[in-house]
């Protein structure tokens, strides 16, 4: 698809993969775990899905594994959130409905959905199967994460997450498909995914139960 193309995917996987890799590190310092336990919930959230992802597409072995990058910035940033524990402890985490981690979460979401519906496209998989990549890259690294820490993922919780990155990895894929240039359709696809993320929490909109539906 281009150079240009390629610059804006790179850009957005690296861009995810450090407010990721932060995200993985409160998650584990919430947690209480040690140093090692943060690089490594830091490792997996940021990584996790892009190298599922890159297993399912064929692109083996995983560009987190050939691009040193990668877990460099995953663990620089686990390890930066490690060291300045104290000051972002102090920061006003869940005293809004829609607080810095939720901002941080939905941006690191949108880029990965973004960044893994474009790489699937650029294997020449097929548009449907693409949504399906760029969901899983952007849900992936939570869900590992939160099974480390032996908590059900937030996917299978009643919350608008997995369909955000869903709904996101459609409007990019529609976008292209109708010929928009793929960077613009990156930053619709994005924006789709980042608005419906933090209005489900403003609003706490979540997807119906079977307890709900009885109800």
């Given at each position: 698809m281009g150079r240009k193309t390629d610059m804006v995917l790179a850009v957005a996987d690296m861009a995810g993969t450090v407010l990721f890799a932060v995200e993985g590190a409160m998650a584990a310092l919430r947690g209480g775990l040690d140093l090692f336990g943060v690089l490594v919930l830091s490792f997996a959230t940021a990584l996790g899905g892009g190298v599922l992802r890159d297993l399912l597409i064929g692109a083996a072995p995983p560009t987190a594994l050939r691009d040193w990058r990668y877990p460099a910035m995953a663990f620089a940033a686990g390890g930066a959130t490690f060291v300045g524990h104290a000051i972002v402890g102090q920061l006003p985490i869940g005293q809004s409905p829609v607080g810095w981690m939720t901002t941080l979460d939905a941006a690191g979401l949108s880029l990965f959905a973004v960044a893994g519906t474009e790489k699937a496209l650029n294997r020449h998989i097929p548009p449907f199967s693409?949504?399906?990549?760029?969901?899983?890259?952007?849900?992936?690294?939570?869900?590992?994460?939160?099974?480390?820490?032996?908590?059900?993922?937030a996917i299978l919780r009643v919350d608008v997450y997995a369909t955000a990155a869903l709904l996101g990895a459609a409007v990019m894929t529609a976008a292209i498909r109708l010929g928009v240039a793929p960077r613009y359709a990156a930053l619709l696809g994005g924006g789709a995914c980042f608005v419906l993320r933090m209005v489900s929490v403003w609003r706490h909109w979540a997807l119906p139960t079977a307890a709900g539906l009885a109800g």
């Open positions: 693409a949504v399906l990549m760029g969901t899983i890259t952007g849900v992936g690294g939570g869900t590992l994460r939160d099974l480390l820490l032996a908590q059900v993922p």
